[in-house]
């Protein structure tokens, strides 16, 4: 499954696929972007982060993919799981080190069974 | 090592009254930071502050809204004369000293309703 962020909130796809969630972002000069996952009531919980002198960077089943051409972001998660199923934010730094972050409006993510 | 505190996680107040939400970092942590958000939105940055200094307010509104990060006790977000747009999910989030390398952690947020 694949969403296109802003436009498309609202993402479900079966468990033991892949999902891609998509992020556009605005700001060129920004240096430092995050990916974090909000379940229900609460917190933002951090996934992966990357740096703009990056493009790829792996975790534990996520990818993130950075294209600062088009300032597009992308979380991919490997064989999604019931657990995986929460609202999933961008964000990014307008300099390197600096956690006052600009949050994009997030994607719901629904694993099906 | 407890993640970063706040409290209350719930708060009603009634239109006109005062609400301070407190926030504890996490040990070893001097920079905190406030976020707001509205149902079915991203966070927006508030406020970024380190003990006894305020580093960062482009996020604050130009009244009513105070915050503080005294050198002992929480940081505390202060809302004056609260009104119905106020209610909203406040999180605080906290990191060591901004380098390369550093992410910040996020409390379970204060949930605030104004009737």
């Known amino acids: 499954g694949e969403s296109v962020g802003l436009h498309l909130p609202t993402l479900s796809v079966q468990e033991g696929d892949n999902s891609i969630i998509n992020c556009a972002y605005s700001?060129?000069?920004?240096?430092?972007f995050i990916w974090y996952k909000q379940e229900s009531g609460k917190g933002p919980q951090f996934i992966i982060d990357i740096r703009s002198n990056m493009d790829k960077r792996q975790g534990q089943r996520v990818t993130v993919l950075l294209n600062k051409t088009v300032k597009h972001l992308s979380l991919q998660i490997a064989a999604t799981q019931p657990g995986d199923s929460a609202v999933y934010f961008c964000a990014e730094s307008p300099r390197t080190g600096a956690n006052n972050l600009f949050f994009g409006t997030g994607t719901r993510l629904t694993v099906i069974p | 090592n407890a993640g970063v505190m706040q409290n209350p996680r719930h708060l009603v107040r009634r239109r006109g009254q005062e609400a301070r939400l407190r926030c504890s970092p996490m040990?070893?942590?001097?920079?905190v930071y406030w976020y707001r958000q509205l149902p079915e939105e991203g966070l927006k940055f508030m406020v970024y502050l380190q003990k006894e200094n305020i580093i960062d307010e482009s996020g604050m509104p130009k009244e009513r809204f105070s915050a503080e990060f005294p050198k002992e006790g929480p940081s505390i977000l202060r809302i004056q004369q609260v009104v119905r747009g106020d209610s909203a999910a406040y999180f605080c989030?906290?990191?060591?000293?901004?380098?390369?390398?550093?992410?910040?952690?996020f409390g379970q947020g204060t949930r605030l309703t104004v009737v």
């Open positions: 989030a906290s990191s060591p000293p901004p380098n390369r390398n550093t992410e910040a952690f």
């Open positions: 040990k070893g942590h001097s920079h």
């Open positions: 700001n060129s000069a920004s240096d430092y």
